[in-house]
Structure formats: C-alpha cells, structure tokens
C-alpha cells in the first residue's frame, strides 16, 4: 500500500465521477425533454453510479489510513492534508491535481442534481394542477356528440312510442 494505489483509486473515482455527471446530464436532458418513459432507466443508472461512487471512498480512505503514518499524518487525514505532508518530489502536486478535479467535478454534480430536482418538482406541480382541474362529474357525449350533464335522476321511457 502507498502512494500509487492510492493515486490510481482516486483516477478510478474520478473517473466514476465522471460517469456520475454523464448520468445526471443525461437525466437531465430527458426531463427537458419530458421523456418520462425512460427517466426510472435513467435514475437507477444514477443510482448505481453512486454507489460505485461510495465504495471507490471506502476504498480511498482505506489507502489514506495506510499511508497517513508514513507520511507524518493522522489516519483519517484529508487528500489536503495528506498532500501537505508529502514527502519531497511530485506527490503533493498529483494529489493537489487529484483534489482539485474532483472538486470541480463534484461542483459540477451538484449544480445538475439542484437542476433535476428543479425539473421533477415542477412536473410533479404541474401534474398536481392539472389533477385539480379534471372534474369530478365526468360529462358523457348524447346522441347528437355534444357533451351533456350526467344523469343523476330516474328516467321513465315508454315503449309504445
């Protein structure tokens, strides 16, 4: 366990984070688009996604734990700190770079997730609008394709016309 495990499982986790912004903009188009048939395809892909996502972290914080006390830090060190207590050489500038697109990425994942959530919630009004509107005493078509008042009182029909 050292620095190159730990570095390659923080490319694994941006890269799923990557997948996870791909997920989302693509949840997003089809809310624009109001292409509900597939966006439950759409939301579980984001799903498990994220929960790449979460085992790619236990996995990093595992690496970090292993390498903190060769370095001169606390186990549960941040990438910031365990950055900063790298020894001389490139490290503390890979693990900058890493932290820094993350960062972004992660920026990026939120602003998306707050804009799907804008769109779901807006159709989720809108359908409760149109909900309201819809009557409560169905109209029925007559004999001649206007829309006539329900029967709601007894009828006597004779026969013998």
């Not at 939120?110 to 779901?120: A, G, H, P």
Request: charged fraction near 25%.
């Amino acid at each position: 366990m050292g620095a190159n495990e730990l570095s390659a499982l923080l490319w694994r986790e941006r890269e799923l984070l990557e997948l996870l912004v791909f997920k989302l903009e693509e949840e997003h188009l089809l809310l624009q688009e109001g292409k509900s048939r597939w966006l439950q395809h759409a939301t579980r892909e984001v799903e498990q996604v994220m929960t790449l996502v979460r085992e790619a972290g236990l996995g990093r914080s595992v690496e970090v734990a292993a390498l903190a006390p060769q370095w001169g830090t606390t186990e549960n060190a941040t990438l910031r700190e365990l950055g900063a207590h790298a020894p001389a050489g490139p490290w503390g500038e890979i693990f900058a770079a890493h932290l820094k697109a993350m960062g972004d990425l992660t920026t990026q994942i939120k602003e998306l997730r707050d804009t799907n959530e804008r769109f779901i919630r807006a159709a989720a009004r809108s359908a409760q609008e149109t909900m309201a509107t819809v009557s409560a005493n169905p109209k029925t078509y007559d004999a001649s394709g206007t829309t006539g008042e329900p029967v709601t009182a007894a009828r006597i029909f004779d026969r013998n016309l």
